[in-house]
């Protein structure tokens, strides 16, 4: 029912807002372009919260959550922005942030799995970390970006994206990893008995949301420009906002990636519809109503539709 | 008399005598760092404890009683976020202070209240729905002033003395009264002990009869009079009130303080004394971070190790117990 809803919601947020988007309506010729560039525009700025998003899937399919992706891709761009572009930046930048962005994920998962601290208080905790250590990296500057800036633009920021998106999920589906994570995510105590190393692919997991997050950086930082210490605060919930949207359930057991795409670029419309109307401060109510929506939808609505199916 | 602290674990018992140490050693060195500059005292250090700690105490205190239920509240900053719009618009309207306070302390307990209500009649987990509330509460504080004052300029900047009375004068005094009245009603009262109990085994206190959402929602009732003080301490203790900026991390602190404390991050443990405790040891880092002469860049980034390492040892200690509760 939710792959017909999503579509549905998209085309009615994409009539309301693109008459406020700069789309013409005066000619075909004229409405075909101006919607090309509104379309592209969208998929470039919806591209690292493409890649954050199939990451926070298989993280909340576990069980989990990740609140400190925003300061991870932060950090990662921060010690990637030191560095100059060109051959500096391949041979230093990027083995550098991939390495800080492995660990970064790995220390997330050592928490969660090692510690047992509950992963939205042990990320909340990273979030705080990661962010004081992005004012030492970057103190009060506003680093300029090392990245070529075709990674940043139509279509560069759009082929990564679909890249990994669309290979990754499509590995992702068929493979044993995402049974084992459902099953984790679902009853970890009958995970464990059936031979699963949960701690191991919790690890495994967060590392691989610390990946993602290094190519979301990179994505995002060539788009942007430049970075500072405060660069994308807010970006772990419309993460969260989306992926619950697209029906992942926080308690884990269950997730849709292609679900989690439609989520994205519902909330990215959205948020460049504000911006178009010039209430952008929206954002920020509508995220968290939207969140509990999702999560509402996905416990008691599923649940009774559960209910009606075996009646 | 009975011993007080009867109704504490040994493990409890234990967190609170590390606190009083800590905390005693980090004064001692700060009280020896202010022997070696001539440009600051103790006392003068002694005096702005008080007004600079009850904010994160207070909201603590609150906190306490929703951890040891087995719930949690993240959006205790947003709150504060929207209280502060609503004293900066009273204060702009030149409200009496009296007014402003009750209207800022009011707000926040009512929309704490507002939480526990919805976390009941949704029944959503707490820690995602106050999680929604996070930047929620925050984007409210900022269109309300928004939209009170079309050209407001982003921030309130609270110059008239008698506005700063709770939080720069009375502060400590507040903060003080208010972990009395709370060690106390903890010591003979009963409504703390269901809290406990229901975030030991909410599934016993409903065989019990409990009606374990009302409790629920008890707690977070409690927690928004607490948070009420707090918001009033923190934003009178300001010259300017800025929505997007305002308390900022400030959940972070609070609970890594209650947790510091003893209190159970999954609840069914926890107590006033040792919220005080951690909370005060948390600030006294803070401070002995600047007398060390860390640079400011490092000091968020070390502070939120120093949370990060306190949940980390509290989650460690009790996973073997988490483990056998899995197993049975």
Redesign the interface.
Known sequence: MRTLILPLLLAIELAVFLPYSGVRFDSWQAFSSGLGYYLSDIVVLSAPLLILALGMTIVLMTAGID?SVGAMVTLIAGVMSSFEPGAEFWLKAVPLGLLVAIALGSFNGF?IAR????P???T??????????C??VL?DRENLSPVPAGMGEFPGAALMALALVSLGGAYFARSRLRREILLMGGN??AARYAGIPVHRRIVQVYALMGVLAFFAALCALAHDGSVNAGWQE?LE?KI?VAVVLGGTR??GGRGSIIGSILGVFLVTVLEVGLIGIHHS?????????L??LG??LN??VNAALRAVRSA | MTDPFRRLSPSLKQRVGFLIFGNLALMGYIWFCTQRTADSSFTDELSRFGPNVAPELLAGLGLTGIIAAGAIDLSIGGIIVVAGSVFGILYEREISPALCFAACALTACALSALNGYAIRLLKIPAIIFTLAGLTFYRGVGLLLAKWVDPSFPGHYSLQKAAYHAPGKEYGGVIMYAALAVAILWEWHGKTPRTWLALGSSAEACRLKGMRTGRTLQSAFLTSGAFLGLAALTKITNQLTIEPSRLARGFELDVIGGVVLGGTNIFGGEGSYIGTALGVFFLYWVGQALIYAGISEYWRDAIQGAVIIAVIGFDCAIHRKRKLMEELR
Not at chain 1, 115 to 118: A, C, M, S, T, V
């Open positions: 609140l928490l510690l047992d601290i509950p939205i208080i042990a909340l905790g990273t979030l705080i970390l990661y962010r004081g250590l004012s030492v103190a970890r105590i807010g919930l969260i926080v308690d401060d929206w954002i920020l109510i509508l995220l968290g109503p969140l509990v999560v509402w416990t008691h």
